[in-house]
């Protein structure tokens, strides 16, 4: 694969560079996050996206500024990797004024910010695909040139809604871009119990669009076919399905004990790690000032949303479309 799909002219080295200080703040993000949840508890559900963050942010650094970006709940490299600062990321996570949904929604599926095409999520699995189709769809009537890219798990590959958001999109030919994050496991449930095929891009044919497998521990690969897939939405050629593979390190939620399981990853080890992945083409020096400048970065967008007061009572109708 060539540089010719990365989304601007910088070179294929300075890519990296970004995405491997995006991917590094996101670590140290996962990091901090869990450290809040063991020491004081969490109000809802932690879904932790550690080990997955290259894949998410490789597959960003594709889109464009105005492009609409749906989600899944592993963490929150989605949306830092789309631009939304990360004081309003940790601010809807710990339910802070300072939020970008106001601190209203809490948990892993409430942010939002219309100013970077990011769109939301819902708690019901799913609902993002005929979301995804649907301003896919808008884009292409407007002809403003935007791809929506729908991030989900392998277990929500299983909604119907996935049936009739994939075949329209198909038919139509409508500007989206479908990206698995196959983890191996939905819940307790092991891809290999809930699947009856080996690999979720099998059933791309079926809906008459390709399916791309890669490497999820790579950002720059997933870069590389999102790339192609968004170039190939945007030219009016339709939807791409990708499935990226990894692996789910935690448990489904932080706090997950996983009795279900055996395969666990003993303690901090995260195999095949696209942060070392990254790393080993960064010169050491270099690679340790990103890391320490990330780190402050975290430490102290984590702080400011800890110090924010929480939402008045009274904006609890504001928003709300009735
Ligand atoms: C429609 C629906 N069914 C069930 C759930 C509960 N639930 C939340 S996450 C999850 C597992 C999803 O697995 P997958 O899509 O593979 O994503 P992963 O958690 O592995 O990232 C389940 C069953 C839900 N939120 N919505
Ligand atoms: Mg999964």
Same mark, same amino acid.
């Given at each position: 694969m060539t540089s010719t799909h990365v989304p601007d002219q910088r070179t294929r080295h300075e890519h990296l560079i970004e995405i491997y200080r995006k991917v590094v703040t996101v670590r140290f993000a996962e990091l901090r996050i869990r450290g809040h949840v063991e020491a004081e508890g969490f109000g809802g559900f932690w879904h932790p996206g550690i080990g997955q963050e290259g894949l998410q942010v490789g597959a960003i650094a594709a889109m464009q500024p105005a492009d609409y970006l749906y989600y899944a709940?592993? *963490?929150l490299g989605y949306a830092y990797a789309k631009g939304m600062d990360l004081t309003a990321l940790f601010g809807d996570l710990l339910g802070r +004024? $300072? !939020?970008? #949904?106001? !601190?209203? *929604?809490?948990? #892993? $599926?409430h942010f939002a910010s219309a100013e970077h095409g990011v769109l939301g999520q819902g708690g #019901?699995? *799913?609902? =993002?695909f005929v979301l995804g189709a649907g301003t896919a769809l808008a884009s292409q009537l407007l002809g403003d040139g935007r791809v929506t890219v729908v991030f989900f798990g392998d277990g929500a590959a299983a909604r119907g809604t996935w049936h009739e958001a994939a075949i329209q999109a198909s038919v139509w030919k409508l500007p989206v871009v479908w990206v698995c994050? =196959?983890?191996?496991? +939905?819940l307790s449930a092991r891809f290999e119990d809930q699947s009856p095929t080996p690999n979720v891009a099998d059933r791309a044919p079926a809906y008459g669009m390709p399916g791309v497998i890669v490497d999820g521990q790579d950002a720059m690969a997933v870069m590389d076919v999102t790339a192609q897939a968004i170039d190939r939405a945007r030219r009016g050629e339709g939807p791409t399905l990708i499935e990226a593979k990894t692996l789910r390190?935690?448990?489904?939620?932080? !706090? %997950?004990?996983?009795?279900?399981?055996? %395969?666990q990853v003993q303690g901090d080890e995260i195999p095949n790690d696209p942060v070392h992945r990254l790393g080993e083409h960064i010169a050491v020096e270099e690679r340790r000032a990103i890391d320490a400048e990330a780190r402050r970065t975290v430490e102290e967008a984590f702080d400011a949303a800890l110090a924010a007061p929480r939402p008045d009572r009274s904006v609890i109708f504001e928003d709300v479309w009735a």
């Amino acid at each position: 694969m060539t540089s010719t799909h990365v989304p601007d002219q910088r070179t294929r080295h300075e890519h990296l560079i970004e995405i491997y200080r995006k991917v590094v703040t996101v670590r140290f993000a996962e990091l901090r996050i869990r450290g809040h949840v063991e020491a004081e508890g969490f109000g809802g559900f932690w879904h932790p996206g550690i080990g997955q963050e290259g894949l998410q942010v490789g597959a960003i650094a594709a889109m464009q500024p105005a492009d609409y970006l749906y989600y899944a709940h592993r *963490g929150l490299g989605y949306a830092y990797a789309k631009g939304m600062d990360l004081t309003a990321l940790f601010g809807d996570l710990l339910g802070r +004024a $300072v !939020g970008s #949904t106001g !601190g209203k *929604g809490g948990g #892993t $599926v409430h942010f939002a910010s219309a100013e970077h095409g990011v769109l939301g999520q819902g708690g #019901t699995l *799913g609902s =993002n695909f005929v979301l995804g189709a649907g301003t896919a769809l808008a884009s292409q009537l407007l002809g403003d040139g935007r791809v929506t890219v729908v991030f989900f798990g392998d277990g929500a590959a299983a909604r119907g809604t996935w049936h009739e958001a994939a075949i329209q999109a198909s038919v139509w030919k409508l500007p989206v871009v479908w990206v698995c994050e =196959n983890n191996g496991w +939905a819940l307790s449930a092991r891809f290999e119990d809930q699947s009856p095929t080996p690999n979720v891009a099998d059933r791309a044919p079926a809906y008459g669009m390709p399916g791309v497998i890669v490497d999820g521990q790579d950002a720059m690969a997933v870069m590389d076919v999102t790339a192609q897939a968004i170039d190939r939405a945007r030219r009016g050629e339709g939807p791409t399905l990708i499935e990226a593979k990894t692996l789910r390190i935690r448990g489904h939620y932080e !706090g %997950d004990r996983q009795p279900y399981r055996q %395969d666990q990853v003993q303690g901090d080890e995260i195999p095949n790690d696209p942060v070392h992945r990254l790393g080993e083409h960064i010169a050491v020096e270099e690679r340790r000032a990103i890391d320490a400048e990330a780190r402050r970065t975290v430490e102290e967008a984590f702080d400011a949303a800890l110090a924010a007061p929480r939402p008045d009572r009274s904006v609890i109708f504001e928003d709300v479309w009735a």
